[in-house]
Nanobody
C-alpha cells in the first residue's frame, strides 16, 4: 500500500489549492480514505474522510463549506479542493487509508508523506 500527497504550497488568505493523493496497492472503494492536517505542537486532525464501513462523508466543522473531498477510483486518486483558505488552515496535510468509520488517526494505518500548505499574505 502506498500513498503520495502533492499540491501543497504558499497561498494568500482567500485563495484556493487542490491537493492530490496518488495511491496503489488497495481498492479506494473498499477502504476508508481521508485527509488529515497537523500543525506543530498539535495532534493530527481528521479534516475529511470517507468511511470504510458505510461510505459516509465527514468534514470537520472548521472546513465545512470551504473544502471538498473527491475520489477518482479509475485514476486511483483522491483529492482535496480547498477554497476560501484561512491562515489557520496552515499545516502539513496527509492522505491516508484505513478500515474504520471515524475520521481519527488511530483508524488509519497507511499514510502518505505529507504536503505543506501555508496560508499567509
Amino acid at each position: 500500500v502506498q500513498l503520495q500527497a502533492s499540491g501543497g504550497g504558499l497561498v494568500q488568505p482567500g485563495g484556493s489549492l487542490k491537493l492530490s493523493c496518488a495511491t496503489s496497492g488497495f481498492d479506494l472503494d473498499l477502504f476508508a480514505i481521508g485527509w488529515f492536517r497537523q500543525v506543530p505542537g498539535k495532534e493530527r486532525e481528521g479534516i475529511t474522510c470517507i468511511s470504510g464501513t458505510d461510505g459516509s462523508l465527514y468534514y470537520a466543522d472548521s472546513v465545512k463549506g470551504r473544502f471538498t473531498f473527491s475520489r477518482d477510483s479509475a485514476k486511483r486518486g483522491f483529492y482535496l479542493q480547498m477554497d476560501s483558505l484561512k491562515p489557520e488552515d496552515t499545516g502539513v496535510y496527509f492522505c491516508a487509508t484505513g478500515w474504520g468509520t471515524s475520521c481519527t488517526e488511530d483508524e488509519y494505518g497507511y499514510w502518505g508523506q505529507g504536503t505543506l500548505v501555508t496560508v499567509s499574505s
